[in-house]
């Protein structure tokens, strides 16, 4: 649920790889009180296109003695993880750049401004 700020959120299955390989990546666009989610299994990645901070507050399915199974192939571990090592964490350098393309043409459009620059110098 986002609580401050505006953005955006992309999400696409996990099936399709880190570039979203024959699929469409959803868009869901997000301001203070707009709840979502996406499917377990799914790569998702938010981002701030606004001039002010974002929050964005996580409910999170924990362990449960009454469901058997639930998260059991995508656990909280598995999120950290580099994709390179098995995980479902697409790091910057392993991001798809037409990702990075769009968030540019997003803060274009609100004024926000693009802090990456130490992470991508000619990015």
Do not use: C
Request: aromatic fraction near 16%.
């Amino acid at each position: 649920m986002a609580i401050s700020g505006q953005g955006y959120s992309l999400m696409w299955p996990s099936t399709a790889g880190p570039n979203a390989t024959g699929v469409e990546r959803m868009k869901i666009d997000w301001k203070p009180y707009t709840l979502f989610t996406y499917p377990g299994g799914w790569f998702h990645q938010h981002f701030n296109t606004g001039t002010q901070p974002a929050r964005l507050f996580q409910f999170q399915v924990g362990k449960s003695f009454q469901y058997v199974g639930i998260h059991k192939e995508f656990s909280r571990k598995a999120g950290i993880i580099s994709i390179k090592e098995g995980g479902f964490n697409i790091l910057y350098s392993d991001e798809d750049p037409s990702i990075r393309r769009q968030f540019k043409e997003e803060l274009k459009k609100t004024g926000g401004k693009y802090n990456m620059d130490h992470i991508f110098p000619a990015g």
